[in-house]
């Protein structure tokens, strides 16, 4: 028997503005069980300064098997990358 | 006694507390019931570790001997120590502990709320910073509370017996002696009676939404402030002070 709890996906966020970003994952019973260990887990040493907890079952995960299909057409549209645009004088980033 | 030596004993109670509740929390370390919670665990007591050390500091300072704060955690005697008497029973079950750190985590909380306004600007700001800390340790507390009560009738018999164990050592937390007299006049200690509502309405209210029964208030142990403990606190220094006391002043 799976003694273990659920599971949930842990997002932090370093700083205001930037993403959520994928840290791992915990055990929890409920949604405030969740928060907490994520909080203890992943912001230990001052990584966070929000969390988001998903319950991993509600995460649709496209399959390995479909990975040519899904990915490797796009392996030759260089033209969709912007890297044919003249950067503008001053500009860090478009 | 003058003022000095008021506060030095008072600083030197509040940093007993948190070192010995950190040690017993720590002895939770890779015995958790899940990684989770053994992580959570080890947090609070790091959170306390952390305290005492800013607390033992301080408190070295004022004794003007030029000991640190690790001279006082690892070479006083048992009599020496002024730590809650809460705070030295043993770990027990996991039911144990989360009683013992939600109804310390709720007498903290309202002893810093109160102290972060202390005259004394030193515990003044190591408290704003605790309770920022504290504030968590007593949610965490209070959520276990929940699940174990509310949980199984095996989890709730364990709470309710960690609650009724437990409680004959509240009162220990709620005395008062010569130096909380003298430096509560300079507004630098503060009345622990005030606090002593606060704390019995929430506790309240937690183990009532938790399917838990409050004891009666029957005998209560004493003795922490004068430096008088239960048999468990020479076990902790034991093993918490072996290094120092079979090599001393060792560094690696």
Not at chain 1, 84 to 92: L, N, R, S, T, V
Not at chain 2, 116 to 121: L, M, N, R, T
Request: hydrophobic share 40%; proline share 2%.
């Amino acid at each position: 028997m799976d003694t273990q709890l659920d599971l949930w996906e842990v997002f932090i966020q370093s700083k205001a503005g930037s993403h959520h970003v994928h840290a791992g994952s915990v055990h929890a019973s409920d949604e405030a069980m969740a928060l907490q260990n994520a909080r203890d887990i992943y912001t230990r040493r001052n990584e966070g300064s929000s969390l988001w907890v998903v319950p991993a079952k509600y995460i649709t995960a496209s399959s390995s098997a479909d990975a040519d299909m899904l990915f490797d057409p796009a392996n030759d549209k260089i033209y969709r990358h912007p890297t044919f645009y003249i950067m503008p004088e001053g500009a860090k980033q478009i | 006694m003058t003022k000095q030596e008021a506060l030095y004993k008072y600083v030197l109670r509040l940093g007993d507390h948190a070192l010995i509740q950190g040690h017993r929390l720590s002895e939770w370390c890779s015995k958790g019931p899940i990684l989770e919670e053994d992580l959570a665990l080890t947090n609070l007591a790091l959170d306390n570790i952390g305290r005492a050390q800013a607390l033992l500091k301080y408190a070295a300072e004022l004794q003007g001997l030029g000991n640190t704060e690790d001279d006082l955690a690892y070479k006083r005697g048992e009599r020496e120590f002024y730590n809650s008497l809460m705070s030295e029973l043993p770990t027990g079950d996991f039911a144990f502990t989360i009683a013992k750190q939600m109804l310390i985590s709720v007498f903290e909380y309202f002893q810093f709320t109160a102290l972060s306004h202390s005259a004394d600007e030193t515990i003044a700001g190591i408290a704003a910073k605790t309770l920022k800390e504290v504030r968590y340790h007593m949610m965490h507390a209070r959520d276990w509370c929940y699940r174990l009560g509310k949980g199984t009738e095996e989890s709730n018999r364990r709470l309710q017996n960690a609650i009724n164990e437990l409680w004959m050592f509240t009162g220990d937390l709620f005395e008062m002696n010569d130096e909380d007299k003298m430096l509560e006049v300079l507004d630098i200690a503060i009345d622990l009676n005030e606090i002593k509502t606060q704390f019995d309405t929430l506790v309240q209210t937690i183990l009532r939404e938790s399917d838990i029964r409050i004891p009666e208030n029957g005998y209560m142990q004493t003795g922490s402030k004068k430096g008088i403990h239960t048999e468990h606190l020479g076990h902790v220094l034991t093993e918490m002070q072996y290094l120092q006391r079979a090599y001393p002043d060792a560094t690696w």
